[in-house]
């Protein structure tokens, strides 16, 4: 569970290496919020290098003055101001990692920045000395979102919540939300028959609709339930509580991409409507969890951790993790604390599960043999029946169509640090053999989207190819990879960093992982194949029609129209 994505494109604009969002901003560059790129599932992300401007020659000039010796021998890539406008920066990046390798400074505007695409690098930064680095700029944007929950918090803060947090997603608990993931997935799957048999229906067999928004209430509802107990039901229903989530949502993504951080200057709080509504949509959300935190406390059954993961979870009428928090010995924490750490799940819980559903159906829809494979499976394995704990494990193309989609479009595709003290890069494949120097405060961006489609490290990797996870790889020549081997992680269901030393890394990789990850692919797993059991899927216009934005995660522009047909030949 991750929120990261094209935050990317608000620290390209400062100034200041060491930059405080709250007082820092040289740029005079409008950017727009969002950016758009028609896409195929074959396609390259690559297109003919256009001239550079003026502007652009100006923005790389003051880079290499202002900041151009502190980065050495790096090789540099010159990016032009105005790809800001044209596409996602994140296809710009694949561009210039083709062109000057796997590590280089990127020159924009008055600033220079690291990009990583390589994953004996990125398992330096990200493992080897996790602690030397921090997340930067994305905490500064979350924190008045998301407070001191994982994502944006402080290395001690973390230290101390992660502590507490990682225990709760055990193997009861997982087993668990099994049935909270079907239970909800049937409401999804229900509600689209009741539109099969209704007027909305063409010729009374199919019906058009965007997937993307019914798979967005889904993840809603079930981060709900999982995580603090409280029933959303926005497949079926909206309320005021609703609402607000998605105007958080909104918000999250809209700070994410604006370059000024106007929010946190006071007077916008109020005069600004969109904050106003924003100060309104927290109330809302925080009114609620503080109440559900309330008569979680006033229920509260204090015993050692242990004991809560042997609890019997399914016969417990409140399995969440709200419920764990407050019930581990020694682990007591105030409101807040609580508030920011259910915050941070259900924000960045809610987008992965959605993007992934999204674009696993965007490629199963221009694949109809890998999508009658997946049927095929899922009607031997669970007949007309609801997936189970246990069934789960047989669903071996499903889970591996899951984990592609993560490849071709990691949620985020970019994770971004900060240097905390002066360290040494590896030079990575292809790169110097003594690495790079960098000082600190240096930002980087650690490339996941062009780690996962790196021409090195894997075959065809812009093909969408789920069997290819089942494949042993070991390049010799890459010296310091240790390959990719489904073996190494014995008793896994989803391949991870470990099977991939670093290659692949959609929940991030190290101490700072996503300790939600077995949550979100096993939710994603089993809602993919209860629509897939009950329906045949294929896009209503053509792929290119498709239009790809970023945000908090990579998503489409206006939804994924789809036309869904009741599937006959269900064994």
Known sequence: ???????????????????????????????????????????????????????????????????????????????????????????????????????????????????????????????????????????????????????????????????????????????????????????????????????????????????????????????????????????????????????????????????????????????????????????????????????????????DVEMLQNRDYSNLKDASLLRFFVDMRGADVDDRQLRDDLMTMLIAGHETTAAVLTWAIFFLAQNPAKMRKAQSEIDVVLGKGRPTYESLKKLEYIRLIVVETLRLYPQPPLLIRRSLKSDSLPGGYQGDKNGYAIPAGTDIFISVYNLHRSPYFWTSPNEFEPERFLVQRKDEEIEGWAGFDPSRSPGALYPNEIVSDFAFLPFGGGPRKCVGDQFALMESTVALAMILQKFDVELKGSPESVELVTGATIHTKNGLWCKLRKRVDIH
Request: glycine residues 6%.
């Open 1 to 303: 569970m991750s929120l990261t994505s094209s935050l990317c494109s608000s620290v390209l604009v400062s100034g200041n290496r060491n930059f405080d969002f709250g007082f820092v901003s040289n740029s005079k560059f409008p950017f727009k919020a969002k950016t758009s790129l028609v896409i195929r599932c074959r396609s390259k992300a690559t297109e003919v290098p256009k001239s550079r401007n003026l502007l652009d020659n100006a923005s790389n000039l003051l880079t290499n003055f202002l900041s151009g010796a502190s980065l050495g021998s790096m090789p540099i890539a010159e990016g032009a101001v105005s790809d800001l406008f044209d596409r996602p920066l994140f296809f710009s990046l694949y561009d210039w990692f083709l062109e000057h390798g796997s590590v280089y400074k990127l020159a924009f505007g008055p600033k220079a920045f690291v990009v990583v695409s390589d994953p004996i690098v990125a398992r330096h930064i990200l493992r080897e000395n996790a602690f030397a680095y921090d997340k930067g700029v994305l905490a500064d944007i979350l924190e008045p979102i998301m407070g001191k929950g994982l994502i944006p918090a402080d290395l001690e803060t973390w230290k101390q919540r992660r502590r507490v947090i990682a225990p709760g997603f055990h193997a009861s608990y997982l087993e668990a939300m099994v049935k909270i993931f079907t239970d909800c997935s049937e409401r999804s799957t229900l509600k689209l028959e009741k539109l099969l048999e209704g007027e909305d229906s063409c010729h009374g067999d199919t019906v058009e609709l965007d997937l993307e928004a019914e798979f967005s209430s889904l993840a809603l509802d079930i981060i709900g339930l999982g995580v603090f107990n409280y029933d959303f039901g926005s497949v079926t229903k909206e309320s005021p509580v609703i609402k607000a989530v998605y105007g958080t949502l909104f918000e999250a993504e809209h700070r994410s991409t604006f370059y000024v951080p106007y929010w946190k200057f006071p007077l916008a709080r109020w005069i600004v409507p969109r904050q106003r509504k924003f100060r309104n949509d927290l109330k809302i959300i925080n009114d609620c969890l503080d109440g559900l935190i309330r008569n979680a406390k006033e229920t509260r059954q204090e015993t």
